[in-house]
């Protein structure tokens, strides 16, 4: 299963005109998105508030990661504050990967933000955890908060926000997009070898571990005839054939 390290800002000092700071917000919104984010399956590292872009880049780097999002807002240059708009989906230009992800963010992104022509994909090396990851990037601007609109906006709709951006991931990954639901426990129960543990619900998928007859595992969701499931600590697809819930 893929596996995300999620950058949101820690740009304490950046403030919204309706209160709070690109910091505080940034994470509320990365906290929206965890139930999501394991609901479908998506591991996850977090930078926290008290480290920097830089060390967020370093951490990123020191794992391996599918995917690298950065969460941020943005403000209008001097002398045109509170007057732009807009959604900023920021790539690396040399990465196809990065591009991709940038342009499914966008479109999806264009179906919930109120003025879906200013919600634009552009390439960049000027950004730090663009130009300096090992993982493909995307680096987001959601909206100005200088802007009385759109910060009101990102306020009002984080929750949705949230669910779009992981809906996103989940297109760019390749893994149905899942809503979150109570775990369950299950047992498995095969006649013949060992049960495969899947990246993706296919039986074309590569096979993440082998659960033997009678292993426990953690249901953790449902896609038509497979469970998401949690076992040992790896997490995947299995036939739902297979598994008997306790």
């Known amino acids: 299963m893929p596996i995300l390290y999620l950058s949101p800002s820690t740009q304490e000092n950046n403030y919204y005109v309706n209160g709070g700071t690109e910091e505080e917000n940034m994470n509320l919104l990365a906290d929206r998105m965890v139930p999501y984010l394991d609901a479908s399956g998506i591991r996850i590292s977090r930078n926290t508030p008290s480290m920097t872009a830089a060390s967020s880049i370093a951490a990123s780097n020191a794992g391996n ?27 690396y230009p040399g990465s196809a990967q990065g591009k991709r992800a940038a342009e499914i963010f966008a479109e999806n992104l264009k179906a919930i933000y109120p003025l879906p022509d200013k919600v634009r994909v552009e390439p960049t090396t ?9 993982a493909p990037s995307v680096f987001l601007e959601i909206g100005y908060h200088d802007n009385p609109d759109d910060a009101a906006w990102i306020k009002n709709n984080m929750g949705e926000i949230a669910r779009v951006l992981v ?48 292993a426990e595992l953690t249901v953790l969701n449902q896609w038509e005839n497979w469970y998401l499931v949690n076992y040992k600590g790896t997490i995947g697809y299995v036939s739902r054939d297979y598994v008997t819930l306790n």
């Open 126 to 134: 000027a950004i730090g955890e663009v130009r300096r990851v090992r």
């Open 65 to 91: 990661y599918d995917l690298h999002l950065a969460l941020h807002s943005n403000a209008a240059p001097e002398g045109r504050y509170g007057q732009a708009r807009g959604i900023l989906v920021f790539h």
């Open 167 to 214: 809906l996103s991931l989940a297109e760019y990954f390749g893994i149905p997009f899942l809503t979150p639901v109570p775990a369950r426990s299950g047992m498995v129960d095969v006649e013949h070898g060992p049960l495969n543990v899947r990246a993706r619900p296919s039986t074309q998928a590569p096979v993440l571990a082998q659960a033997p007859d009678g």
